[in-house]
């Protein structure tokens, strides 16, 4: 069965430091890995996507994420954090086997100014 | 990438009533899924939308609450029969493309309040 798992409900940083909101992930086989963000009353959002090939993932609005298989883990991280970046963030995951993801319980990220 | 309209996006029902959701999408597609937002939670997968044959259930959701319509590859609807507060919710629509490129397409999300 597929889990991800986000230990955080939230995370505060402020605007213009670094941030890091957290993802580890249980699959069978290779993992098709990927990150959402759900702005207030909207849909959620594509942000990037790890399938194959380089580790460092980069995304959408200047988000990336690492792809780590010791530690199971896609940590998304941006190098300076916008006011504008505060949402709530899903990491996914599914199988090879599978088109159907299985998503964590969500991250609230807050910055501040 | 596809484009997904979903309506209502938003609506406050009565107890006891049903509500039908509706997903248009701008390409065919061939996997199309429901999905649950109930607040301050995660996403729940309600059923996998089939065309031409019944919707897969996960467990937990039953047809006579949750009765999907597939009619082809660009449409569904999905509705909320006999509403309780409990049902409140949002309810997602949610496409994935085939291929090597799996990210999954969401439309804007219906936000259900049963009073």
């Known amino acids: 069965a597929q889990s991800v798992a986000q230990p955080e409900d939230q995370v505060n940083v402020a605007e213009g430091n670094p941030l890091t909101v957290k993802c580890t992930y249980s699959?069978?086989?290779?993992?098709?890995l990927f990150w959402y963000v759900q702005y207030p009353n909207r849909g959620l959002q594509f942000l990037l996507k790890?399938?194959?090939?380089?580790?460092l993932v980069k995304g959408s609005y200047g988000f990336e994420a690492e792809f780590n298989k010791s530690q199971t883990s896609f940590h998304l991280k941006k190098p300076s954090a916008l006011v504008s970046d505060s949402a709530l963030y899903f990491c996914a995951a599914a199988s090879g086997g599978s088109y159907i993801p299985t998503f964590g319980r969500g991250t609230s990220l807050i910055v501040h100014p | 990438s596809a484009v997904i309209s979903q309506k209502p996006s938003r609506d406050i029902c009565q107890r006891g009533t049903s509500l039908t959701i509706q997903c248009q999408v701008d390409s065919q597609v061939t996997m199309m899924f429901w999905y649950r937002q109930q607040p301050g939670q995660s996403l729940t997968l309600i059923a996998t939308?089939?065309?031409?044959?019944?919707?897969?259930?996960e467990s937990g959701f039953v047809i006579d609450k949750f009765p999907i319509s597939r009619p082809n590859l660009t449409f569904s609807t999905l509705t909320v029969s006999n509403m309780s507060p409990e049902d409140s919710s949002i309810y997602l629509c949610?496409?994935?493309?085939?291929?090597?490129?799996?990210?999954?397409?969401f439309g804007q999300g219906t936000r259900l309040t049963v009073v």
């Open positions: 939308a089939n065309q031409g044959s019944e919707a897969t259930y």
């Open positions: 790890y399938i194959t090939g380089d580790n």
């Open positions: 949610s496409v994935v493309r085939e291929g090597v490129n799996r990210e999954a397409f």
């Open positions: 699959v069978s086989g290779n993992p098709y």
